[in-house]
Nanobody
Framework: QVQLVESGGGLVQAGDSLRLSCAAS????????MGWFRQAPGKEREFVAV????????YYGDSVKGRFTISRDNAKSTVYLQMSSLKPEDTAVYYC????????????????WGQGTQVTVSS
């Protein structure tokens, strides 16, 4: 069992930056990949980014590539999502999740989810 707690969401202006954090507990953090997804009202959950457990390989969704950066600190059992050049279409609830495979990109590739943190980008 793994518990995940996201933080860092908020209301920002278009073009601003924001960093989300996700603290994990309950299992050895370095043994699993971590991903970020987001979900806007009325839309399906969308893949944002994933980072592998130890090799620090990363993969990004097309809509955030070049603007968002995922990283992890295994000593702190925390994964981060640095978001830059934010756009109104980035508005969503952002979720972190524990991956079952190395670089999963769909929700069914993930076992545990946080409660989400709201990010709102105004124009």
């Amino acid at each position: 069992q793994v518990q995940l707690v996201e933080s860092g969401g908020g209301l920002v202006q278009a073009g601003d930056s924001l960093r989300l954090s996700c603290a994990a507990s309950g299992r050895t953090f370095s043994t699993y990949a971590m991903g970020w997804f987001r979900q806007a009202p009325g839309k399906e959950r969308e893949f944002v980014a994933v980072i592998s457990r130890a090799e620090f390989m990363t993969y990004y969704g097309d809509s955030v590539k070049g603007r968002f950066t995922i990283s992890r600190d295994n000593a702190k059992s925390t994964v981060y999502l640095q978001m830059s050049s934010l756009k109104p279409e980035d508005t969503a609830v952002y979720y972190c999740a524990v991956g079952r495979s190395a670089l999963g990109r769909i929700p069914s590739d993930y076992d545990y989810w946080g409660q989400g943190t709201q990010v709102t980008v105004s124009s």
